[in-house]
């Protein structure tokens, strides 16, 4: 059936201002979780008069995430600038402007129709799409059969750079799915499943004529590509190793953009043995900024760097070895002068600034905040994707001197929703090492009232940190009488590499004093009554949580999310071979070392009522341990339920599941805790 137009209208919108009142407040609900969208992937244009972005919606009706691409003017400052850009079905992502900004481009899947780009079986795959600044519908500008991955813009704006994953040469003949035949090492991974021998290659797209021309190939898969400024080279992030399954030895290459059929071999600039990502040009063409990761040997404890090379060869240079704090994303100033780069401490995530020299640091954006994206604009300032504990992510600018909001997408709900009290505190653990967290409470509540219900809330990662970000599900919790205490925990990111790397080989111990100490603080401060306590995470929330009520019986109810108790039955069935075998060894080798950390070896001190929940495909945790601990629960005679979420991964996607999941939340600790013991 035909689709609906798509138009690029560059017209300011206006909008009359009527005064009214402001709408009655009223506790946040579950179902506000499907009325506030999620904002990202912000874009600015060539001319710098605007930022396109993507704002994403829950539905419940139609059980999916959709997306559409807005546009807002960045010298507004106002709500009701914002255009909407596509139509339903489309759901893009990743927008980029073309260099001219004629175009504004965008992956999507389109249904069924002319113009797709059908595969083997039929389905439509996701192609590369522009939309006419100058009015009209958007149109495909690939038509490759298996899709495009990634894509970038060259700087001319005649060509593209696309991330294109390799294709069976035969069709399968039979009627049920093609049998997986497993040779690689990593054969497993979440969301996709079982891995094949395919590859990722980077090939060049003319955009006048069409032309397809592959410039990488190998068994090997490349990603990150990034244009020089003169158009002649390409970077990209691979690993060529042996056997890449092997370690996460990626390294940064260049190809030449002409190097047809491989004509011209790819270059080779950093060979550290961990991870080199996220290559970014300086404007002279002479350098690449990109994140790197020196020490691979403690995998996700390790901190990212943010280094130089030179494209001509040589020894890279770190910048920010001292300043012990993970970065990302790094942009070099239009001058090339500065490198602006994400900065992650203490429970923000800052937009930074340090010279290409490793001198000048500082923080132009920082504070109560959690900065999760952010480009340049042509004036050589940052417009940032930011949140704040009362704020979902926003798109604002920085003069120089302040933040100043662009995009409202969330106002009108919010206006009318009463939120929670966020409080950041400091509090010393067991051994007296200073642990930070994060304290939020009802919103009428006050300080010296009756303490409260109060729920500690365990982060994922472990490697991660509760930031200033709007916690939805904390906020939710709070709304419906709790106290809720979300700590970083050592294991945690933003306190340095040694505090990430505390836990190393020994879950459940430091981390468990550390999260437990935020809950006795809470109790000292008058905020949380010690009889009514709950507990609960998901990832390793729920593996901490697993190791929580095993030793203590402190909590009236536990949820255990996606966890992980029997270490053993996870080898060589999740998706963490070279992780497990970095950080416990082969456990036919240390087998003690897997036992000792494993709580399920220890599951009869259970008694804490636990709700145990999980998806059915997740091949990042997979729910074979949350069945294992929920049956020796049950066989204990313990008060127990499983809940399994069928087609999730480790992240629930379906919204029906994430409404229930809340649901089931608040079901079992007001079952369980609102009532004193």
Known sequence: ???????????????????????????????????????????????????????????????????????????????????????????????????????????????????????????????????????????????????????????????????????????????????????????????????????????????ASGALTQITSGTYDESDPAWSPDGHSIAFVSDRSSDPDANHNTDIWVVAADSAGGARPPRQLTTNPGSDESPGWSPDGKSIVYITDVEPDIIYYATRQLALVSVAGGAPRLLTRTLDRNVGDPQFARDGSAIWFLLEDHGEQD????????????????????????????????????????????????????????????????????????????????????????????????????????????HGGPVSQYSWRFNFEAQLFAAHGYAVVTVNPRGSSGYGEAFSRAIWADWGNKDYDDVMAGVDYAIRSGIADPRRLGVGGWSYGGILTDHVIVKTNRFAAAISGASEVLYIANYGHDHYQYEWEKELGLPWRTRAVWERLSPFNQVERIVTPTLIMGGDVDWNVPIQNGEQLYQALRRLGRTTELVVYPGESHGLRAPSHLKDRLERYLAWYDRFVKAPR
């Open 351 to 458: 937009i930074a600034r340090i010279a290409p020299d490793g001198s000048g640091l500082t923080r132009p954006i920082t504070g109560p905040l959690d900065a999760s994206a952010f480009r340049l604009a042509p004036n050589g300032l940052p417009v940032a994707l930011v949140s704040k504990a009362d704020v979902p992510g926003e798109i604002f600018t920085w003069s120089g001197t302040a933040l100043r909001q662009v995009t409202f997408t969330n106002d009108s709900v919010l206006a009318g929703i009463r939120l929670a009290r966020v409080e950041k505190v400091t509090f010393p653990s067991q051994d007296r090492t200073p642990i930070e967290g994060f304290i939020f409470t009802p919103p009428d509540h006050q300080r010296g009232a009756a303490p409260l219900p109060t729920l500690l809330r365990i």
């Open 1 to 207: 059936m035909p689709h609906a137009p798509v138009v690029l209208l560059l017209l300011t919108a206006t909008t009359s201002a009527v005064a009214q009142a402001p709408p009655p407040q009223r506790p946040l609900t579950v179902d506000d979780l499907f009325a506030l969208k999620q904002v990202g992937n912000p874009q600015v244009s060539p001319d710098g008069r605007w930022v396109a972005y993507v704002v994403r919606t829950l539905n419940l009706k139609t059980d999916r995430s959709e997306a559409a691409l807005w546009m807002a003017p960045l010298d507004s400052g106002t709500a009701g600038g914002a255009i909407p850009l596509t139509a339903p079905g489309y759901s893009p992502s990743e927008a980029r402007w073309s260099p001219d900004g004629r175009y504004l481009s965008f992956l999507a899947t389109r249904p069924r129709g002319p113009g797709a780009a059908p595969d083997s079986t039929g389905e439509p795959k996701t192609q590369v799409w522009a939309l006419d600044r100058r009015g009209g519908e958007a149109r495909p500008l690939t038509h490759v059969p298996q899709g495009v991955d990634a894509y970038e813009w060259s700087p001319d704006g005649a060509r593209l750079v696309l991330a294109i994953r390799d294709t069976l040469a035969a069709p399968w003949a039979g009627k049920s799915p093609r049998p997986k035949v497993i040779t690689r090492l990593q054969f497993k991974r979440d969301g996709t499943g079982y891995l094949d021998t395919l590859r990722t290659h980077l090939y060049v797209f003319t955009v």
